[in-house]
């Protein structure tokens, strides 16, 4: 769960986690799935976006970056931390990464981002505010082609 202040992109997690987990109920579409979640733990998602996919432990593990409006407090099951830039996880051509970190997939998603407020309107639309913020973010494959996708 993301938000934007004036000191940047705010991270909120339960104590105790890196971050909100969900289960799926196969009634649901995942991103319901975590739009319940994340209303379980007291907010409101104003934006939830799948970011990627991995295996975890024999389990296939679905990534969401859920953009939720500035808390006037925080619940106490939560703590916040500034986001701050990260480099990719990196695997083979045929292969996973060996390891991938929470800062990794925050990083990917937000690059996944910055290319969506460009490219998508209701992305567009729901994260107006985040265009300076997401700005420094190039979006992949453009960096790895080293010009500017704009």
Known sequence: ?????????????????????????????????IVDAVAEVGFAPAMVHSTSWRIVRRQV???????????SSLPRSCE??????????????TGAPEAVHLSHVVEHGLRHLAWLVAEDG??????????RALGPYAPEPFRAFGHDPA
């Open 1 to 33: 769960m993301l938000y934007l202040d004036a000191t940047g992109i705010r991270h909120v997690y339960p104590h105790g986690r890196e971050t909100l987990r969900a289960p799926w109920d196969p009634d649901l579409d995942p991103t319901e799935s």
């Open 122 to 131: 209701a992305i567009h639309e729901a994260l107006a505010p985040w265009t």
């Open 80 to 93: 916040v931390e500034q986001v701050t830039r990260a480099e990719l996880a990196r695997g083979r051509a």
């Open 61 to 71: 593990v679905l990534t969401f970056l859920v953009v939720i409006d500035p808390p």
